[in-house]
């Protein structure tokens, strides 16, 4: 079933959330931190200081779009509202480095779309650019729809639903107090009386019902489900499709296969490892 305590305003229009001058002036002194530890930490200061001057969302501008975003129960919608500058900047930098015309990004785990929405202003200056942004919890999808419905100059497209091995439904269960650390359940795993069930499609699939003909960068962030994600592509996906650049998060003691090695077999090297991410380039 679906968690009815996940909030979401999706019909007010843009404006009604205004955190006011305070906040905004919050926000601006966050945004102009070093991104280094002492930032981080006066980070964590002001953003107390900001939180006490709106409610559970703020409708603002992130990345150059509108957005509305909200402040508890997401971990990384807490990021995005707060300080995207501290979280994943150079995985986010190095994807939107690939902007160039007809260049594409899939954004698998998109949760209320950091990673699209930061890409889609560079893609944004190109022609025939495409963002396709994956997210399987309805509520959340639902946040990123509105927040997508805003901006219609943005080259994103959304897709409610999971990627797996094979085409299903399966079980989705909702991260406990982070909506961001929800994750599939697998196999030998037993129902939770508060998972949703969610459609599955393959990676491959998801490429043929959006006709791309190739993929410039490729995030996966799907909390330990990777291999059902990457495992089947690399065994099926032409040479065409294979991403230039794939982040993936780092999830190795949740995996059984080493999918490094399988990326390897494709012609991927380890370009990078971040905090949370490993950046795989292919040439």
Request: aromatic letters at 8%.
């Amino acid at each position: 079933m679906v968690d009815k305590k996940v909030l979401v305003d999706d019909t007010s229009p843009f404006g009604t959330y205004d955190g006011g001058a305070r906040f905004q002036k919050h926000i601006a002194r966050i945004r102009l931190l070093p991104h280094n530890w002492l930032g981080k930490r006066l980070m964590f200061a002001f953003r107390r200081m900001a939180r006490k001057h709106i409610g559970d969302c703020v409708d603002m501008e992130l990345f150059g779009a509108k957005m509305r975003l909200y402040q508890k129960g997401n971990a990384s919608e807490k990021r995005a509202l707060f300080a995207p500058q501290f979280y994943d900047l150079e995985d986010r930098l190095a994807l939107a480095e690939l902007a160039e015309d007809g260049a594409v990004f899939v954004d698998i785990g998109a949760n209320i779309g950091l990673y699209s929405f930061s890409v889609a202003r560079a893609f944004a200056d190109f022609k025939g650019t495409r963002i396709i942004s994956v997210e399987p919890h309805p509520e959340i999808h639902r946040r990123l729809n509105f927040n997508k419905s805003l901006n219609p100059d943005l080259p994103i497209q959304l897709l409610q639903g999971g990627i797996g091995a094979k085409e299903d439904e399966m079980q989705l269960l909702t991260g406990d107090g982070n909506l961001g650390q929800t994750r599939i359940l697998r196999e030998n795993e037993t129902d939770h009386p508060e998972s949703i069930t969610v459609p599955i499609v393959t990676l491959m699939a998801l490429c043929e019902n959006f006709d791309l003909q190739h993929i410039d960068g490729m995030k996966v962030d799907v909390e330990g489900f990777e291999e059902a994600v990457l495992l089947p592509f690399f065994e099926n996906a032409p040479d065409a499709l294979l991403p230039r650049l794939i982040v993936i998060e780092d999830n190795r003691k949740e995996w059984a296969t080493d999918i490094l090695a399988a990326a390897a077999d494709r012609g991927y090297r380890l370009a990078k490892k971040t905090h949370m991410n490993f950046l795989l380039e292919r040439s």
